[in-house]
């Protein structure tokens, strides 16, 4: 008796057992500094002194900073234009490119190319192109008769400017996403359609694109992700700047840990980060999935 | 009466490749219930395709009501196809499904509304329209295609293999529906199968092609009882006809037509006794019953002759034991054909 009870819980210990390694990268690794960043941020704390518990204070100043609040308007209007445009791009391309043609074979390769390059080398390439003197964009605005734009270090088209740079980085990866999803579908749905005298728009918006929505749905969160952790390219080409125009959650967060030494501050925006990550995803899901459809 | 569907010289490849399909004419008239029936690969689906116009012909001319369809896009060719895996649009409900022909053909919302109600009365499924496919069986997403393609009131509805992946019971069942379904909409049905029985069961006529060829047309009565060759011979009936070599037969004095290289005859006319009659009005030989099948109504033998083996089917309810027997077939029962597989008729 006293055996079989022995054995039983050898038999109920071993899952625990086998999953244990990938739990403690787990916990060091996930829960530990998130555990951490949030009680970091009700502290002040300069990372050599003392550490001073200041309970909400870090997130009531952060709060009423208006700093604060043109980083998040930055931050949303930069997540929803790059992801809006790589979407939009990706998809076209995507539709354009889908048949596996020698040429399109081809063009699927180098498209992904901005993908594997990165964002470092990439920043530094379009530094040099949105050059307001001597860069390769307003060489060719002049050429067609348009006056020269100061890209970088205009607060109107800044943020734009990194916009284009992550848009052109991601509409490959997502393309290649699209065209599988879209090789996926069976032919015999399009053939369908035909005989249903489906023109082609309305195939592409009927069938297309609801046989490919759970890729699409995929692909926006982890657009919606990336583009909120964007930083390289923020701190190679604006630095936030000018006046902060560029300046997003990241960057920001990045300034107060690192420049400044406020680490309470900045976990503070941390938290704001991963909660306002967390939101989107449930709301995403939330509102999303119903209106997707799944094999 | 002019054929409502009918191929000139249609020649079919596949670039590069040698063609699937060398040089076909058929001629399929209104209101038939025309059967491609044939093995695999004998180009049976590619033939309907290209009635259709998912697919191009390489060469000929498909003609419907007599107009050349050469450059007629397949939704405006009045057909409506069903295919082999039903090919419902798996994000509609099967409203929309139904529905969504009839809106790309502008038909009025009143008038949706009401062929829908209509077809799906008929074919029983009033109840599942707000649902999805993935909600419904095999059988009931059949039904659907048939509804999408019923809902159009095409003046030919093209159906590829569309029984081949539901259960014996409900393709029997649904067979006898679309028999139904035919009598009451009296249009012409294009139906591709490589079943002998589906064909036999609903065609009025049944088109047999082999490797692009057309083997034999005609009724199923005629298309059974008087096969010109031995293909036809040996695809149509379950089990198929015994093909003997004329030069299996031994001395015995056999009065057979010239030029006669196999003779053949249906399992279903094979006579078995314990010893040969006195009155021989047939061939006879002697054979073992290797196997035996009890079929319900009939039992299925199978008899080992000297060198070659062949199927009895022998409607009685008495069953002959493993053993040495004498097999007779009536002289009228038998078929001859020539060197080239061709029937003679004597």
């Given at each position: 008796?006293?055996?079989?009870?022995?054995?039983?819980?050898?038999?109920?210990?071993?899952?625990?057992?086998?999953?244990?390694?990938?739990?403690?990268?787990?916990?060091?690794?996930?829960?530990?500094?998130?555990?951490?960043?949030?009680?970091?941020?009700?502290?002040?704390?300069?990372?050599?002194?003392?550490?001073?518990?200041?309970?909400?204070?870090?997130?009531?100043?952060?709060?009423?900073?208006?700093?604060?609040?043109?980083?998040?308007?930055?931050?949303?209007?930069?997540?929803?234009?790059?992801?809006?445009?790589?979407?939009?791009?990706?998809?076209?391309?995507?539709?354009?490119?889908?048949?596996?043609?020698?040429?399109?074979?081809?063009?699927?390769?180098?498209?992904?190319?901005?993908?594997?390059?990165?964002?470092?080398?990439?920043?530094?390439?379009?530094?040099?192109?949105?050059?307001?003197?001597?860069?390769?964009?307003?060489?060719?605005?002049?050429?067609?008769?348009?006056?020269?734009?100061?890209?970088?270090?205009?607060?109107?088209?800044?943020?734009?400017?990194?916009?284009?740079?992550?848009?052109?980085?991601?509409?490959?990866?997502?393309?290649?996403?699209?065209?599988?999803?879209?090789?996926?579908?069976?032919?015999?749905?399009?053939?369908?359609?035909?005989l249903d005298r489906s023109n082609k728009a309305k195939t592409f918006f009927k069938i297309t694109i609801p046989m490919i929505s759970p890729t699409m749905f995929f692909l926006v969160l982890v657009n919606l992700i990336t583009s909120l952790k964007t930083f390289e390219t923020i701190q190679l080409m604006t630095l936030g700047g000018p006046a902060n125009s560029t300046k997003t959650l990241v960057y920001y967060l990045y300034e107060y840990g690192f420049s400044f030494y406020k680490i309470g501050y900045a976990s503070a925006v941390g938290v704001v980060l991963m909660v306002l990550i967390g939101v989107l995803t449930v709301i995403y899901f939330k509102v999303l999935s119903k209106k997707v459809y799944y094999h | 009466m002019t054929p409502k569907i009918e191929l000139k010289g249609?020649?079919?490849?596949?670039?590069?490749?040698?063609?699937?399909?060398?040089?076909?004419?058929?001629?399929?008239?209104?209101?038939?219930?025309?059967?491609?029936?044939?093995?695999?690969?004998?180009?049976?689906?590619?033939?309907?395709?290209?009635?259709?116009?998912?697919?191009?012909?390489?060469?000929?001319?498909?003609?419907i009501d007599g107009k050349d369809m050469k450059h007629v896009e397949p939704g405006e060719r009045n057909i409506a196809m069903v295919f082999q895996n039903y090919a419902l649009y798996p994000t509609m409900t099967i409203r929309e499904n139904i529905e969504f022909g009839l809106k790309n053909m502008k038909v009025e919302k009143n008038e949706r509304f009401e062929r829908i109600k209509q077809v799906s009365e008929i074919l029983g499924l009033s109840e599942y329209l707000s649902r999805k496919p993935a909600k419904l069986s095999g059988g009931q997403r059949q039904r659907v295609a048939l509804a999408r393609a019923m809902v159009k009131k095409p003046a030919v509805f093209l159906m590829d293999e569309p029984l081949s992946n539901l259960d014996a019971k409900l393709r029997n069942q649904i067979r006898g529906e679309l028999i139904e379904l035919h009598k009451r909409l009296k249009t012409t049905f294009v139906f591709v199968t490589h079943d002998q029985t589906e064909a036999m069961s609903m065609a009025t006529d049944i088109i047999l092609l082999n490797e692009g060829k057309i083997m034999q047309e005609g009724s199923p009565i005629e298309i059974y009882h008087n096969p010109q060759n031995i293909f036809t011979a040996k695809f149509i009936g379950n089990p198929p006809m015994n093909i003997l070599k004329?030069?299996?037969?031994?001395?015995?004095?056999?009065?057979?037509?010239?030029?006669?290289?196999?003779?053949?005859?249906?399992?279903?006319?094979?006579?078995?006794?314990?010893s040969l009659p006195e009155n021989r009005e047939g061939i006879t030989f002697k054979g073992e019953i290797v196997t035996h099948e009890m079929l319900g109504s009939e039992i299925l033998y199978r008899i080992q002759l000297e060198n070659e083996s062949i199927n009895a089917k022998i409607y009685s309810?008495?069953?002959?034991?493993?053993?040495?027997?004498?097999?007779?077939?009536?002289?009228?029962?038998?078929y001859y054909f020539d060197t080239h597989e061709n029937r003679i008729f004597s």
């Open positions: 008796m006293a055996n079989i009870t022995k054995r039983k819980v050898g038999s109920r210990l071993k899952p625990y057992a086998l999953i244990t390694p990938a739990m403690i990268i787990f916990i060091l690794f996930f829960i530990y500094p998130i555990v951490y960043m949030v009680y970091l941020s009700f502290f002040k704390w300069n990372m050599i002194g003392d550490m001073k518990f200041i309970g909400l204070n870090n997130y009531t100043s952060m709060f009423a900073n208006s700093e604060f609040w043109v980083v998040m308007k930055n931050t949303f209007f930069f997540m929803i234009l790059s992801v809006g445009l790589v979407i939009l791009f990706s998809m076209l391309m995507a539709v354009y490119l889908h048949k596996n043609t020698k040429i399109n074979n081809l063009l699927q390769s180098v498209i992904f190319a901005p993908y594997i390059i990165s964002f470092v080398s990439i920043s530094f390439i379009f530094l040099w192109m949105f050059e307001p003197d001597y860069g390769l964009f307003n060489y060719f605005l002049e050429r067609i008769g348009i006056s020269s734009v100061r890209w970088l270090q205009n607060t109107n088209t800044a943020m734009i400017s990194l916009v284009m740079v992550s848009v052109w980085k991601g509409v490959g990866y997502n393309t290649l996403i699209i065209i599988s999803a879209i090789q996926k579908i069976p032919s015999y749905l399009f053939e369908a359609a035909e | 249609i020649k079919k490849s596949y670039d590069g490749n040698p063609p699937v399909i060398e040089n076909l004419s058929m001629k399929i008239m209104p209101e038939s219930f025309t059967v491609l029936l044939g093995p695999s690969g004998c180009g049976k689906s590619t033939t309907l395709r290209m009635i259709a116009g998912l697919e191009q012909e390489t060469g000929g001319t498909i003609f004329l030069s299996d037969f031994s001395s015995e004095a056999l009065i057979v037509p010239e030029k006669t290289a196999y003779i053949g005859f249906r399992p279903e006319n094979v006579v078995i006794a314990e309810s008495k069953m002959t034991d493993y053993s040495q027997i004498s097999v007779m077939v009536p002289h009228e029962k038998l």
